[in-house]
C-alpha cells in the first residue's frame, strides 16, 4: 500500500510538470499573438511616421470626389508643389548654362530643363483634370534662393548652385514618396511616379558635380539653435531650402 502511495504522488508529480509547462507554452504563444494584433501605432510608429513626413498645407476645402478617386488636401498639396518646383528649377537650370563652364554643372542644368519641362507639362494636365488650380510664379522662398545665385560669381555660384538644388530635391523625395504610397487618386499617383523618377535622376547629376555638402544638407533637431550653413566664401551665406 505505501508502495503504491509512493507511485501515485510520483506520478501526479510528473503529470503536474507537465501541465505547468503545457501552460506556460500557451501563456507564451497568446502573448505572442497579442503583440502581434495590436496595432503598430500603439507604440509610437505612427508618431514616428508623421514626424519624419514633410507637412501638407490645407486648403481648407477637403476631400473631393473626382472621377480618378477621392482627392485629399494633401494630393493638392502636392501638384502644386510639383509645379512650384518647375517654376524655379527651370530658371536654376537656364541660369546655369548661361553662367557655369564646369561641364558637372551645365549636365545638371541640362537636366534640370528636361526633367521640369516634362514634368511641367505633366502637372498641367493632371491639373486641368482635377479641376484645379496651380502657381504661375514662383514662392517667395524660391525667388529669394534665384536671388542669392543671381549674386554669387565664379566657384561660389556654382556650389550654391548645387546645394540649395541638392537639398531642395532631398526634401521633396520624402514627400514624393509618401504620396505614392498613400494617395487614392489615379491621376496624382501617376504624377508622383513621375516626380520620383525626375527628382532621382536630378539628385544623382547634382551629387556627380562633387560640390554636396552632405552635412549641411542634415536639419538641425527640434529646438536646437540653428548653425548658418557652410559657404565656399564667407561673404555669401545662402538659405537652405525645403522646397
Known amino acids: 500500500m505505501l508502495s503504491f ?24 504563444l497568446a502573448f505572442t499573438l497579442i503583440a502581434l494584433l495590436i496595432p503598430v501605432q ?8 508623421a514626424a519624419t513626413a514633410p ?30 518646383a518647375g517654376l524655379w528649377e527651370l530658371p536654376a537650370g537656364r541660369q546655369a548654362l548661361q553662367r557655369s563652364s564646369r561641364p558637372a554643372i551645365r549636365t545638371a542644368g541640362e537636366h534640370l530643363i528636361e526633367g521640369h519641362t516634362q514634368l ?27 536671388d542669392q545665385m543671381d549674386r554669387a560669381q565664379g566657384p561660389q555660384y556654382e556650389a550654391l548652385f548645387v546645394q540649395l538644388l541638392r537639398r531642395a530635391h532631398g526634401k521633396v523625395f520624402a514627400l514624393v514618396a509618401q504620396i505614392r504610397a498613400q494617395t487614392r487618386n489615379s491621376q496624382v499617383r501617376a504624377l508622383a511616379t513621375d516626380a520620383n ?3 532621382l535622376d536630378h539628385i544623382t547629376v547634382l ?3 562633387g560640390l554636396v555638402d552632405f ?11 540653428s548653425a548658418p550653413a557652410p559657404v565656399p566664401a564667407a561673404s555669401s551665406p545662402y538659405s537652405r531650402p525645403t522646397k
Open 5 to 28: 502511495r509512493r507511485s501515485a504522488v510520483g506520478s501526479m508529480s510528473v503529470a503536474s510538470r507537465h501541465v505547468m509547462a503545457t501552460g506556460v507554452v500557451i501563456g507564451a
Open 42 to 49: 500603439k507604440f509610437g510608429g505612427s508618431k514616428a511616421a
Open 55 to 84: 507637412a501638407a498645407e490645407d486648403d481648407g476645402a477637403g476631400i473631393q470626389s473626382t472621377a480618378f478617386g477621392p482627392l485629399t488636401p494633401q494630393d493638392r498639396d502636392f501638384v502644386r508643389k510639383v509645379r512650384l
Open 120 to 146: 511641367d507639362r505633366r502637372v498641367m494636365e493632371v491639373s486641368q483634370a482635377l479641376g484645379m488650380e496651380i502657381p504661375n510664379q514662383p514662392s517667395a522662398q524660391q525667388q529669394g534662393w534665384l
Open 197 to 199: 523618377n525626375t527628382v
Open 207 to 209: 551629387e556627380a558635380s
Open 215 to 225: 552635412d549641411g544638407l542634415a536639419d538641425a533637431p527640434p529646438g536646437a539653435p
